[in-house]
C-alpha cells in the first residue's frame, strides 16, 4: 500500500492559501480519480483507492501544519505502510511559484510540518514533493505564507498543482527515480 499525503491547514480561513498547496494537489488528484477525501480517520480526512491495481491511500492530515506527524504515523501504524511507500506533499517557500521540486529524501529545510512527520516516522527517508511558493522579502514568513496568491502568480501557481498532481499518480506506478526525471523540470 502506498500513502500520498497533501499539507495544509484546516478550515475556511486557510483555504486557497499558500500554506494550502499541499490541499490544493490532494483535491486535484482526487477530481482527477474521480474520488472524495472525505472520510473522516486518522485525525485526517482519507479516501482508499487503486491506482493502476496500487492500492493507495489518499490524506489531508486535519492536525494543523504543524501537527502533520501526529496523523501521519497513525495512518502508517495502522496500516504498517513501509517508509518507503509514503509520498508527503507540501509548500516550499525556497522555489519560485510554478516549480515543483521531487526528493527521495532529505531535511525538513525549515517546514515545520515536515519538522513534525520526520520527529514522527523518526527518518527522513521518504519522498516528497514540493510546491514553490516563492517569497517576498517585504511581507513577514508567517504572513506570506498564509495569503493568496497573487492574480498575477495563479497561472504559474495553477501549472505547479497539475504538474505536482500528475507526479504524484505517476509515482505510484514508477520508481520514484523514474518519477524525478520526468518531473524535475530545470
Known amino acids: 500500500m502506498k500513502l500520498i499525503a497533501g499539507l495544509g491547514n484546516p478550515g475556511k480561513e486557510y483555504e486557497n492559501t499558500r500554506h494550502n498547496s499541499g490541499f490544493c ?41 504543524n501537527n502533520s506527524g501526529e496523523a501521519i504515523i497513525e495512518a502508517v501504524k495502522f496500516y504498517h505502510i513501509d517508509v518507503k511507500d509514503i509520498l508527503i506533499i507540501y509548500d516550499d517557500l525556497d522555489l ?62 495553477e501549472k505547479a498543482i497539475a504538474l505536482a498532481k500528475d507526479a504524484a499518480i505517476y509515482s505510484v506506478t514508477h520508481t520514484f527515480m523514474d518519477t524525478m526525471s520526468h518531473f524535475n523540470v530545470k
Not at 483535491?27 to 493502476?52: G, N, P, W, Y
Not at 515545520?112 to 522579502?137: C, P, W, Y
Request: proline share 3%; net charge positive; charged share 30%.
Open 25 to 65: 494537489v490532494m483535491d486535484a488528484i482526487a477530481k482527477e480519480l474521480h474520488v472524495d477525501i472525505t472520510q473522516k480517520k486518522f485525525k485526517s480526512f482519507i479516501c482508499m483507492t487503486r491506482i493502476q491495481g496500487e492500492q493507495v491511500l489518499l490524506m489531508k492530515p486535519q492536525t494543523y501544519m
Open 96 to 157: 519560485p511559484v510554478g516549480k515543483i521540486r521531487l526528493r527521495e529524501k532529505g531535511s525538513a529545510g525549515g517546514q515545520n510540518g515536515m519538522k513534525n512527520i520526520i520527529a514522527h516516522l523518526h527518518t527522513q527517508e521518504f519522498k516528497r514533493i514540493r510546491v514553490g511558493i516563492g517569497k517576498d522579502s517585504r511581507v513577514p514568513v508567517i504572513d506570506w505564507v498564509l495569503g493568496k496568491i497573487r492574480k498575477e502568480d495563479r497561472e504559474d501557481y
